[in-house]
């Protein structure tokens, strides 16, 4: 007896063997995407972003700061995923995104001492080399087609590249008169003008369809909200005019809508 059931035991077992190694061998799915490997992939995501100043004043209480609206800039970049379940994974890469906003900061108390800034508006466009790094969620497919829905969160780290400006300023010189300059994009020359190294959290979400057994395309919507540090230092700017100002501790946000191919 005890023979037997050895040998039906040894059977079963070269049988569920061989069919988990049938499984294994057997290709994917036309239209599915294997998750049990890393995908890579492109995109291309106009944006739309803006600079909003944690106060509505400068640290010193002197300047009032506004911000003045919105302005169009891009990210583009490599994506690489790896799903450690069906539906769970993480997501990193590298981007490059250009970015910006438009400031006004106003002086409270308006003086006509020499080297004071009573006004100043300035348009900065950005650059930013970027690293991201995500939570990934994705739900079935809902429809016969294989489109699936999509969400992440996570953090991204971006390194300074480029930092310009457009401004004008209101000021009374060195010898106490009045004067207004203005200049188009002019280049921030100095480390800490603008801050070199920037954290945003990253929320987002969207829809993914395969269009070959191992490429896929994706439409998404995501927001960028930058918590630290300061983006903007006008203490440290060395320009056409003459004094300095404060403005509100000012952060980067941005909405994306991004395009882009999983290979």
């Known amino acids: 007896m005890r023979k037997l059931l050895l040998i039906i035991a040894l059977v079963s077992g070269n049988i569920t063997c061989s069919m988990a190694q049938?499984?294994?061998?057997?290709?994917?799915?036309p239209g599915r995407i294997d998750v049990n490997r890393f995908r890579f992939g492109a995109y291309f995501a106009p944006n739309i972003s803006w600079m909003r100043p944690t106060a509505t004043k400068d640290d010193d209480g002197l300047y009032r700061v506004k911000s003045l609206g919105s302005k169009v800039g891009f990210t583009w970049g490599l994506l690489a995923d790896y799903f450690f379940t069906e539906h769970y994974g993480i997501g990193t890469g590298f981007q490059v995104n250009t970015t910006g906003g438009r400031i006004q900061t106003d002086r409270i108390n308006k003086l006509t001492t020499a080297n004071t800034v009573n006004h100043a508006e300035f348009n900065y466009t950005l650059q930013y080399l970027e690293v991201p790094f995500q939570l990934k969620l994705r739900s079935d497919e809902i429809t016969e087609t294989g489109v699936q829905l999509f969400g992440q969160i996570g953090v991204t780290a971006g390194v300074n590249i480029g930092k310009k400006?457009?401004?004008?300023?209101?000021?009374?010189?060195?010898?106490?008169?009045?004067?207004?300059?203005?200049?188009?994009?002019?280049k921030l020359v100095g480390s800490f003008t603008i801050a070199p190294f920037l954290l945003q959290l990253n929320v987002g979400g969207g829809i993914e369809r395969p269009i070959s057994q191992r490429m896929s395309v994706y439409l998404g919507v995501f927001f960028n909200n930058g918590f630290v540090p300061d983006v903007t230092n006008p203490a440290e700017y060395d320009l056409a005019y003459t004094g300095a100002f404060g403005d509100g501790n000012i952060r980067l946000n941005s909405f994306a809508f991004r395009l882009g191919l999983f290979f």
Not at 22 to 29: H, K
Not at 165 to 186: I, L
């Open 165 to 186: 400006a457009t401004y004008t300023v209101d000021y009374f010189d060195a010898s106490g008169y009045p004067t207004s300059v203005a200049e188009d994009k002019e």
């Open 22 to 29: 049938d499984y294994e061998m057997d290709p994917v799915a």
